[in-house]
DNA sequence: TGGGGTTAT
DNA sequence: ATAACCC
């Protein structure tokens, strides 16, 4: 962990408003009182060039040596050995290898341990407190004031004296590109610029929601709860190649599934939905991605838990409709990347307490003659009576 | 610009 | 289904 803030947010205590030049990020130190209600103690934990972290620790004799995490083409990010020497994070291949010669290169397209790594960091920090959201991979959000308002009684049971607790308030959002843009056009470009606009005409330009809530950020205010982000809501796998034949997305679409059919399995909820996604070759449209997605069939998720033969037939059948629903294959196509996500999880055990169906658990192992469903009786609890 | 994620509409 | 946001 390279960093760790304690800030009080939330809290509208003190003078607000300095900033740092070239943008909208400012910190401001401020005091706030011991025992105050509206204030919050909420830890951001920031790993710094994470996934080049876990590699290291993969292999020591990469510690020292200016190293690089590619994706295709690029640098995605970098340690610090290799960012004295003028590598940035999203950096060409070709740039990074000019800038730094000597810079290791390892392949970081299989997120498979970075993830790994990633959740181990959200279970251990919710060791403090079950209250922690997750934002990326590498973030997360800590809300400790529980624990630290019990540590204040603590003390001031113990030695009684005048406690406070200070902090800062940080930049905690950076205002998007889309509504940057927007905001330019209204002739706004720092964060004082935005605390001193009018309220009305942003609501009208921006919408009453994203109006309000970004004028609160200009001035450090920021009451959005700390969400736990528990577990994942989807699970998805891409991969950007080129692509102009329906045999080529084919084998592609199963390479992906084949991924994403172990993580489900590891996960041990089924996925209840599947989406496919496409960007087509096109010279410019920075953002363009299409999709279509169905339920999966509902024989299929049954068969998800163990066997993943199976179900890979069924499932790259229902994925290659959604392709040709999307692509004309009797017509010349060019994609760039193809993407399979599994969402709208659901635990095994939907049914509720107190009915039949929440004692009885489908079967997997047992054959039943009839070819018809069979079911165990799942272990009880003594309260459940 | 990769290979992921989330929420709102 | 898409659009916007985050890393």
Redesign the pocket.
């Given at each position: 962990m390279e960093r760790a803030e304690a800030g009080a947010a939330g809290s509208s205590l003190g003078a607000l408003g300095s900033e740092e030049p070239g943008g909208l990020p400012w910190f401001h130190d401020q005091v706030v009182p011991a025992g105050s209600s509206s204030s919050r103690v909420i830890v951001h934990v920031?790993l710094d060039c994470f996934y080049a972290q876990v590699e290291m620790i993969s292999n020591p004799e990469l510690k020292g040596k200016p190293l690089g995490v590619q994706?295709?083409?690029?640098v995605?990010?970098c340690n610090y050995e290799a960012r004295k020497l003028g590598v940035k994070k999203?950096m060409n291949v070709r740039d990074a290898k000019e800038k730094c010669p000597q810079l290791v290169l390892v392949n970081?397209?299989?997120?498979?341990r970075y993830?790994e790594m990633s959740y181990k960091v959200t279970e251990l920090l919710e060791e403090f407190s079950p209250i922690v959201e997750?934002?990326?991979?590498?973030?997360n959000f800590v809300d400790l004031t529980e624990m630290v308002e019990k540590r204040l009684e603590q003390l001031q049971s113990d030695e009684p004296s005048a406690l406070t607790v200070s902090g800062h308030v940080y930049d905690n959002?950076?205002?998007?590109?889309?509504?940057?843009?927007?905001l330019e056009a209204l002739g706004i470009s720092s964060v004082r610029d935005l605390q001193t606009f009018s309220s009305k005409i942003l609501e009208k330009e921006l919408?009453i929601?994203?109006a309000q809530r970004i004028q609160k950020l200009s001035f450090g205010e920021d009451n959005s709860p700390v969400?736990p982000?528990g577990?994942?809501?989807?699970?998805?796998?891409?991969?950007?190649?080129k692509c102009s034949s329906e045999v080529e997305a084919k084998n592609k679409i199963e390479e992906?599934l084949a991924?994403l059919l172990n993580?489900v399995c590891q996960d041990g909820r089924k996925p209840h939905t599947i989406?496919l996604?496409i960007r087509r070759y096109s010279s410019e449209k920075?953002?363009?991605?299409?999709?279509?997605?169905?339920p999966i069939p509902s024989h299929i998720i049954q068969k998800l838990g163990i066997g993943n033969y199976d179900v890979m037939t069924p499932m790259v059948d229902v994925l290659m409709k959604?392709f040709r629903?999307?692509v004309n294959v009797k017509m010349p196509f060019h994609l760039?990347?193809l993407?399979v996500?599994f969402?709208n999880l659901k635990a095994l055990n939907t049914a509720k307490k107190g009915t039949i169906d929440y004692y009885l658990t489908p079967s997997l192992s047992t054959t039943s003659r009839s070819g018809k469903h069979s079911f165990k009786m799942k272990d009880t609890h003594m309260e459940d009576f």
């Amino acid at each position: 962990m390279e960093r760790a803030e304690a800030g009080a947010a939330g809290s509208s205590l003190g003078a607000l408003g300095s900033e740092e030049p070239g943008g909208l990020p400012w910190f401001h130190d401020q005091v706030v009182p011991a025992g105050s209600s509206s204030s919050r103690v909420i830890v951001h934990v920031d790993l710094d060039c994470f996934y080049a972290q876990v590699e290291m620790i993969s292999n020591p004799e990469l510690k020292g040596k200016p190293l690089g995490v590619q994706q295709k083409y690029l640098v995605v990010t970098c340690n610090y050995e290799a960012r004295k020497l003028g590598v940035k994070k999203l950096m060409n291949v070709r740039d990074a290898k000019e800038k730094c010669p000597q810079l290791v290169l390892v392949n970081g397209e299989d997120l498979t341990r970075y993830r790994e790594m990633s959740y181990k960091v959200t279970e251990l920090l919710e060791e403090f407190s079950p209250i922690v959201e997750r934002l990326g991979f590498d973030e997360n959000f800590v809300d400790l004031t529980e624990m630290v308002e019990k540590r204040l009684e603590q003390l001031q049971s113990d030695e009684p004296s005048a406690l406070t607790v200070s902090g800062h308030v940080y930049d905690n959002q950076r205002i998007g590109y889309k509504t940057t843009k927007r905001l330019e056009a209204l002739g706004i470009s720092s964060v004082r610029d935005l605390q001193t606009f009018s309220s009305k005409i942003l609501e009208k330009e921006l919408g009453i929601s994203v109006a309000q809530r970004i004028q609160k950020l200009s001035f450090g205010e920021d009451n959005s709860p700390v969400t736990p982000s528990g577990p994942p809501q989807s699970f998805s796998e891409e991969d950007s190649f080129k692509c102009s034949s329906e045999v080529e997305a084919k084998n592609k679409i199963e390479e992906l599934l084949a991924s994403l059919l172990n993580r489900v399995c590891q996960d041990g909820r089924k996925p209840h939905t599947i989406r496919l996604i496409i960007r087509r070759y096109s010279s410019e449209k920075h953002y363009n991605r299409e999709s279509r997605q169905c339920p999966i069939p509902s024989h299929i998720i049954q068969k998800l838990g163990i066997g993943n033969y199976d179900v890979m037939t069924p499932m790259v059948d229902v994925l290659m409709k959604l392709f040709r629903n999307m692509v004309n294959v009797k017509m010349p196509f060019h994609l760039t990347l193809l993407s399979v996500c599994f969402c709208n999880l659901k635990a095994l055990n939907t049914a509720k307490k107190g009915t039949i169906d929440y004692y009885l658990t489908p079967s997997l192992s047992t054959t039943s003659r009839s070819g018809k469903h069979s079911f165990k009786m799942k272990d009880t609890h003594m309260e459940d009576f």
